[in-house]
């Protein structure tokens, strides 16, 4: 039967669960275990696919196609592994499945509430992403005594007595501040967030307190007297040079031993010397790059998480600082982008959805082609590497996608009516469509053309798999007029282009897949590492 580590916040967000856990699973599958991961949204949206990325952060796809929250995106950069839309739900999943199950007549007529019912529920989804795992390792969004957060609380609490349940382990995140001016660490903040747990019949038995500064020996018993925990159950979690090196700091402070302990895990042996290695060439690299990466939702740096870890991942196996170079697409269109690209050695357009900024993505395309800068366009960056050589190569001045414009004579990138998903089946999409509905979603199969840039990074495979989210496509119609000109088609997925790259340029590569989602510390993704060592070359040259 499966084990269960439960991980919560308290006092605040954003302390680190979503680090805290992944760097937990970490360390354990590094000991030889079989470990799951599994993320609960206590928001009522149905999934994060239609939140703003200003609101919510990236949108994480997994591989089946489930648009999660960006912290599956962290368990699989962590944990190496791929994992399915099991190991994320929310509210909105949730209340719609009981609602469903009830007007089917599934409950007999009984009078549906949150307990049972909606525990009930929750708990099977647990148990689910728990199957065939010796240990699944929940993060459960929100802080404790969010009114949201409560039939959750008590599905985990309820799981602590349930013969189905192998063992279970529950570590608290929360804040020790402090106080400059007192020159002292306060532990109030996590002895209330701790007696709101006890509250509810959850006794935490780990702490995992954020702190600016390392908290003392006396200080460390005091928290866990007050907590009813084990003062080796204490474990500091500053602020690190590298969120790669929070499990190396776990290590150090043996989190594993308590953990084995509750869990009847036996002795933890963790092999993590290639992980510090990276980690290390991460901290203190021995060469350096700038990419201008040009994108819309500057705002809220989240929003492209999968692609700057992507970009860490390539940097540490070449032992290159990435630099990136923040550029907002819409201030190109004012300003242009000689001037806020000049000093960048390689170039990145980003994906996004909507017409805001488009057109100073495609006069950053321009640039790095007319300059043959090293270039990487992902998603709307591709579409837009076609409407930008369209314009300006074969000379149709009104080409665009119809995503921007309807009644463009020159349709480099359409809607397919008629589209086969990732199951087989047909699916119609419109313009009036709703987005959330009509997405090509998950991984699909590539093949790769001989002798390009494309298949030499995945080492002349000729099939490769990646992920999408997108919903329009690369007009087929324009395919020979681009080729003729120049401009080649190296990748295409049943028909459909998948990526295309110029000839006469030292390295230019557009792709539809979006190559982030599939990047680990331990194993970055071909087409990241190969742009940047495209770039690194370029410069060392």
Known sequence: MTKYIFVTGGVLSSLGKGITAASVGTLLKHSGKNVGM????????????????????????????AETDLDIGNYERFLDMSYLKTSNFTTGQVYSSVIERERAGGYLGQTIQVVPHIVG??????????????????????????????????????????????????????????????????????????????RIGITPQMII????????????????????????????ALDAASIYAVPMSFLQQNILSPISK???????????????????????????????????YLELKESYKSLTEALIHAGAHLDTRVEICWVDSEEIEVRGSQELLCDCDAVLVAGGFGSRGVEGKIKAIEYARVNKVIYLGICLGMQLTLVEYARNVLGLEDANSVEFDENTTNPMVYLIDNFINQSGSTELRTHESPMGGTLRLGEYPCETKKG????????????????????YEANPAYREALEKAGMVVTGESHGLIETVEILEHPWF???????????????????????VEATLNNVES
């Open 209 to 236: 307190a954020r702190s600016e500064i390392a908290l003392p020996k006396t200080f460390k018993k005091k928290l866990a007297l007050s907590c009813d925990i084990a003062q080796d159950s204490v474990i500091d």
């Open 38 to 65: 599994l993320k609960i949204d206590p928001y009522i949206n149905v999934d994060p696919g239609t939140m703003s990325p200003l609101e919510h952060g990236e949108v994480f796809v997994t591989k089946d196609g």
């Open 452 to 471: 390009s840039h494309l298949a030499d990074a995945y080492k002349n495979k000729e099939i490769i798999y990646e992920r999408h989210r997108h919903r």
């Open 262 to 296: 509750e869990l009847d895990l036996g002795e933890l042996n963790p092999d993590m010397n290639e992980w510090d290695s990276l980690v290390k060439k991460i901290v203190s690299p021995q060469k350096r790059i700038t990419i201008g990466f040009v994108g819309k």
């Open 509 to 531: 590569l557009g792709v539809q897949f979006h190559p982030e989602f599939t990047s680990r510390l331990q194993t970055p993704n071909p087409v990241i590492l190969a742009f």
């Open 121 to 198: 529920e929750i708990v099977d989804r647990i148990k689910q992403a728990g199957e065939s795992h010796d240990i699944l390792v929940v993060e459960l969004g929100g802080t404790v005594g969010d009114i949201e957060g409560l039939p959750y609380m008590e599905a985990i609490r309820q799981m602590k007595h349930d013969d189905e349940v192998s063992g279970t382990f529950f570590i608290h995140v929360t804040l020790v501040p402090f106080i400059k001016a007192a020159g002292e660490l306060k532990s109030k903040p996590t002895q209330h967030s701790v007696q709101e747990l006890r």
